[in-house]
């Protein structure tokens, strides 16, 4: 198992406490993390910089969580996505994977939980780039 350093990830979620909260704790431990309030945000984000990992949000207003997969995925196929559903049912997560995604992750969800499913979604992307 890779460590987390040198990660990059954006969280993309509309509720503010949610997204800053989680944004901090990684800062905390050394993780590059950036957040975005919604889809759209997400996508200029992606225009000019880089991630590793995303965080993304299932139902948020404005394009939701799986048009937004689908966008990252046709620019940038490289980045791991995590769906995070709160409200909706477990099929959105599963539809995420359908798109591309890496996993789902039920909210509201631990720490650890996020942390370990980050780790794991990061590994995949640093074995993906060495079979390129």
Known sequence: M?????????????EDDFR????KRLINRNIYAEGAENGIKALEILENKDFDVILLDIKMPG?????TLKQIKLKKPEIEVIMLTG???VEFGIAG???GAFDYVM?????????????????????DEKTV
Request: no cysteine.
């Open 87 to 89: 409200h909706v049912s």
């Open 20 to 23: 800053e909260t989680i944004v």
């Open 63 to 67: 394009i939701d969580g799986i048009e």
């Open 97 to 99: 994977m359908q798109f």
């Open 107 to 127: 909210k509201p969800a631990s720490m650890p939980e996020l942390l370990d499913k980050i780790r794991q979604a990061y590994d995949k992307k640093i074995e």
């Open 2 to 14: 890779n460590s987390m350093k040198g990660l990059r990830i954006l969280i993309v979620d509309d």
